[in-house]
């Protein structure tokens, strides 16, 4: 189980964020007295949560290709 700051570490956010995001409950958490603690599908749960959908699909063969010219042209 995570605490707030193990938390705040594994999504890259600030322990006051986790924090606001418990008294809101905008996060799924377990209390253990004052404690506030997390299983890891709880923050799955949140990561989930925050995807976006893709709306408009990937072009990769759009991608401008980058022409590599041989050392022996510049001779």
Not at 6 to 17: C, D, F, I, K, M
Not at 47 to 65: D, F, H, Y
Request: one cysteine or more; a positive charge; charged letters at 25%.
């Amino acid at each position: 189980m995570f605490t707030i700051a193990e938390a705040a570490s594994y999504l890259n956010v600030p322990q006051r964020w986790v924090a606001e995001a418990v008294r809101t409950r905008r996060v799924r958490c377990t209390r253990i007295g004052k404690h506030v603690r997390f299983r890891p599908e709880h923050l799955e749960e949140l990561i989930e949560a925050g995807e976006q959908p893709v709306l408009v699909p990937a072009n990769l063969t759009a991608l401008p290709t980058r022409r590599v010219s041989s050392a022996r042209s510049r001779l």
